[in-house]
């Protein structure tokens, strides 16, 4: 057979697509645009969702041993020390709901702003209890995820609270659960007022120092501010009911070289192996909105006859 009939073409199989080179430049062009679209117009929003409602049974099944096990260590222990514990459990819930509809600590000054602003004598909060599942896998965040969410009436921006005190906002809502930002995440502000002096400030998350705490910042040196001070909120960001207990002053350092103290507080509530807590309705959804302001009449024309 001559030689010139041969076909010196590679056979497909050993044909080859684009580059390696290329292939990277693409995908890693592909995974950017993905990555700016989701931050500025979030459209993988419904696929988390979808995500999270689909992996919600796995979840459950796989905190299904975990259930067992501690129901079954607590059953060993005495009935009488059990029902003492949730006896407790119950009256903490229960004055903590008073404290949300009451607003015992600023009882004073709350009637004088109502009267001023034509608001009911007292505002009700309505809440919603809910179950801490477990905390959030992201390690540089102080998140817990509860098992109440979009089709349980859950709002995005609601203060939820333990029996102690506030514990942190809802930041996410997905059909079937809530994640919530805990008072010492980097990210969180809450307005505060000191019960003693009734200053007004804000608290910032602090989860670096003394292990997670709350930092009064902007504060003047010469601050009346006193270790033992009790925080809580002011309500004037239209979030969180006024009165409700934050946080406690534990430490105050002054520096001759800087006009500002470093005041921290400490949370009262249990930010650590918290179970049960109640999401409060934010307080923006209770206040109607101000009536429309009518157009005023036009002026008379020049000319026109009476």
């Known amino acids: 057979m001559p030689l010139g009939t041969l076909d010196r ?5 050993f044909k ?11 995908f ?9 679209a ?18 919600y049974p796995v979840q459950l099944a796989a905190m299904g041993p975990v259930r067992l096990i501690q129901g079954g260590r607590a059953y060993v222990e005495t009935v009488s020390s059990a029902q003492a514990e949730a006896d407790s459990a119950q009256k903490k819930l229960t004055q903590q709901s008073q ?5 015992e ?40 995820i509860v098992d109440r969410g979009m089709t349980h009436g859950v709002q995005a921006g609601s203060p ?26 980097r990210d969180q502000a809450i307005p505060v007022m000191n019960t003693r002096t009734g200053a007004r400030s804000v608290a910032y998350g602090d989860p670096t120092s003394y292990g997670g705490v709350l930092e009064l910042r902007f504060m003047a040196g010469n601050s009346d501010v006193q270790p033992g001070d009790m925080l809580t909120t002011s309500g004037v960001d239209g979030v969180y009911p006024a009165g409700l207990r934050v946080a406690k002053v534990e430490k105050i350092e002054r520096q001759a070289d800087s006009a500002f103290a470093r005041i921290y507080c400490r949370p009262v509530a249990l930010l650590s192996g918290v179970r049960h807590v109640m999401v409060l309705q934010p ?20 000319g026109a006859r009476k």
Do not use: W
Not at 16 to 26: H, I, V
């Open 9 to 13: 073409n590679p056979p497909p199989f």
């Open 16 to 26: 080859q697509g684009p580059s390696a080179l290329t292939k990277l430049t693409f």
């Open 28 to 36: 890693s062009a592909f995974a950017l645009f993905l990555m700016v």
């Open 38 to 55: 989701d931050a500025r117009f979030a459209i993988m929003r419904p696929l988390r969702a979808g995500v999270a409602t689909v992996l």
């Open 99 to 103: 404290r949300a509809s009451q607003v």
């Open 105 to 144: 600590q600023l009882t004073l000054e709350n009637e004088r702003l109502r009267k001023l602003l034509g608001l009911r004598d007292q505002i009700s909060a309505p809440g919603l209890a809910a179950e801490v599942l477990y905390d959030a896998a992201d390690p540089y965040t102080r998140k817990v």
């Open 160 to 185: 939820v609270l333990d029996e102690s005190g506030v514990l942190g906002q809802v930041t996410r809502v997905l059909p079937l659960v809530s994640e919530v930002t805990l008072l010492i995440d």
């Open 283 to 302: 307080l923006s959804e209770q206040i109607a909105p101000p009536p429309a302001k009518e157009d005023p009449p036009l002026p008379p024309k020049k």
